[in-house]
């Protein structure tokens, strides 16, 4: 398979962030309420005005919702590219850390003390992420050093741990469970200018593993060859996980567990443009950014009025396209 | 000059294994030395210290002066270079892109980090540099690697088997390479299998056996076959040949010695047998022979014990008495079917005694047919067995006829 940017990387980047931006333009317009080109183009310069419905719609509702759905695609992107490339391995996605199953506790756990959505549902759902990253971490270290495979089963560990204890607080808080459930299966639903405020936090996250691309290309050649070629490893290994944890637990911690793209987003952006990071990591976080927006307005207007959740959508998106683009590849 | 690198009595231990014990020697800049040394001698280990990457248990390596885990790892990365035994990369990058990761050390300036082309050219290998890395053959990986390591422009390469994986004409390539680079001041340091490389190329060899080092020096004087028999358990023969030295190799575990057999022989009548007896684990002398016979010649390839007399000189007193000693000292003395006349007669006679002291004589019948001295007329009256020829000796040893020679095993 040939690839689209063998050449540099400033032609892809600009392609993907051309797509992005039809998308979002695509998300805007399109809903219960269809808004035609110029219509957008009116709202946008308007800026949010009360007692006008298409307004309302537009700033209030859909604005917010494809911001936050564009943040967490990015987000796990980023983080299933950091991942995949630390831990060498193709089939490691934001999820194996144990971050989002110690994310999903922390909210069920808002959820059965009927806590309020926001702040404190996601900010327990923070929690739960980040303190999963501290535990897999602390199982992972060894003589100062982490263990990438240790923590890759620690993480894997963790995560059936987490869901267990999930699982006992639903069939013990019978009533929440239709609210577990739903935000278990991930959604944009209703997603308003507050969860767009913590998303943003991401933004400066998905900027670290910017500045390292040289550091994750060296890794590609394994810890071993990095070191004898100058990289501090640990160091880098430490900010990156840090990093593609922290994405991680914001991600869920917004729309709930949205699987495949942080699998699939980063082996399609490899096929198309390689594995060197100074075009994988931007391109991914774009095109990671246009599949969940893309899924998310799926998912609202397939069976409208009604929302399939937009897990269920990446995945029906994303497993044929994976599949496809595997057998047609070489390599991953 | 202060060393470019210095060990000093440097152990290291994985978890509770060790690996190398009071390593201490010292490289100059400018050298070209290899290090040899069976599997699982530490050679790995003794590199990855050099570079820094494991830290010693006890003793101290020095970099230039500064010890290595006082390194960061890219000014480590500016001082030493490293080629790894093993390299793939499981990820669809183009061989500029491999080869100038090598530069990351020089930091973000590209000029002072160099052309990834020029580099390939300089290997000879200019047109690899728009190829994908994994359409590669194991040859051309192991130069891009090698162009990898020289971006780093670091003064000192280690090499950690570099020719494993070529064939034999891309391994002359790559040494006559290296020879070249080294020529221009890079100091190479390399781990090698194979000892003929060894002896052609180096200046100096390091031998490791068993996590010490049991010789460094210049490789004639290290390679020598005790110094082989000892450390990898193979018996080593050196040939010379047309002004070049080269090893020659049979199996034999140690620990597997199955007793003493002295040869009576000369003019290549025990030739074969040495060769066979020797493979077969026995320890085999001869004696007496003239200096420059062709089974003299054979024996000293084969580093055997002698006694020697001058060439085309009768038998003396002082190499019949030492000759005695080495009957006395074997388990079975063979006489093969040589000629006997009166310059070598006392070797009949010596075999005779060592007989009547209780070593016991077997002997090629061929023998007294080629007697122009009379002196073996009597030998199988008084004790020694007959035997048809060469086949069957070796056949009645391999058996075990020979009683004394297995109750000493």
Known sequence: ?332 | MAPLVSLRDVDFAYDERPVLRRISFDLDAGEFIGIVGPNGSGKSTLVDLIDGILRPGAGEVIVSGVATHKYRRRDMAREVALVPQHFDLDFDLAVREVVEMGAYCRGKDPAACGDAEVMLARLGVADLVNRRFSELSGGEKQLVVLAQALMQQAPLLLLDEPASALDVSHQLRLFDLLKELNGEGLTVLCILHDLNLALHYFDKLVVLSEGEVAAFGPPDDVLRPEMLEAVYGVRAYMHRHAGRTYLTFSPRLRGERRGRVHLVCGGGTGAGLMRELVDAGYEVSAGVLNALDTDEETGRELGLQMAVEAPFSPVGDEAHAENLELMRAADLVIITAVPVSHGNARNIAAALQALGEGTPVWADEGLRANDFAGVTDGIADAGVRLFAGEVDLLEAVRRGEGAAVETTT
């Open chain 1, 1 to 332: 398979m040939t690839r689209l940017a063998r050449t540099g990387t400033w032609p892809g980047i600009i392609l993907a962030a051309g797509i992005l931006a039809g998308c979002l333009v695509l998300a805007l317009a399109f809903g219960p309420v269809s808004l035609s080109l110029g219509r957008l183009w009116e709202l946008v310069m308007a800026g949010p005005v009360e007692g006008d419905l298409e307004n309302a719609i537009f700033w209030q509702i859909r604005m917010p919702r494809v911001l936050v759905a564009s943040l967490v695609g990015a987000a796990l992107a980023v983080a299933g590219v950091v991942l995949q490339d630390l831990f060498l391995n193709p089939l490691t996605d934001p999820y194996v850390t144990g971050v989002s199953s110690g994310a999903a506790l922390g909210a069920t756990i808002g959820i059965v003390l009927h806590l309020s959505n926001l702040p404190w549902t996601t900010v327990l759902a923070i929690v739960g992420g980040l303190g999963t990253l501290v535990l897999v971490w602390m199982a992972a270290r060894r003589r100062g050093r982490i263990d990438i495979f240790v923590l890759l089963l620690a993480g894997v560990t963790i995560s059936y741990l987490a869901s267990a204890v999930v699982t006992v607080l639903m069939i013990r808080a019978s009533e929440d469970m239709y609210a577990i459930v739903y935000w278990l299966m991930g959604s944009f639903s209703g997603r308003g200018w507050p969860d767009v405020r913590i998303a943003l936090v991401a933004i400066p996250f998905m900027a670290v593993p910017l500045f390292f691309t040289r550091e994750m290309d060296i890794l590609l050649q394994g810890e071993k060859r990095a070191l004898e070629l100058g990289v501090e490893v640990e160091r880098t290994k430490r900010l990156l996980l840090v990093t593609a944890g922290v994405l991680t637990a914001l991600a869920v911690s917004v729309s709930g567990i949205i699987g495949f793209v942080g699998l699939v987003v980063p082996h399609i952006v490899r096929l198309l443009v390689g594995p060197g990071h100074r075009s994988l990591l931007p391109v991914s976080l774009l095109v990671g950014a246009s599949m969940m927006v893309v899924a998310d307005l799926l998912s609202r207007t397939v069976i409208s009025p009604n929302e399939i959740p937009v897990g269920v959508v990446t995945t029906f998106v994303g497993a044929p396209l994976f599949v496809y683009l595997l057998r047609r590849g070489r390599r991953v």
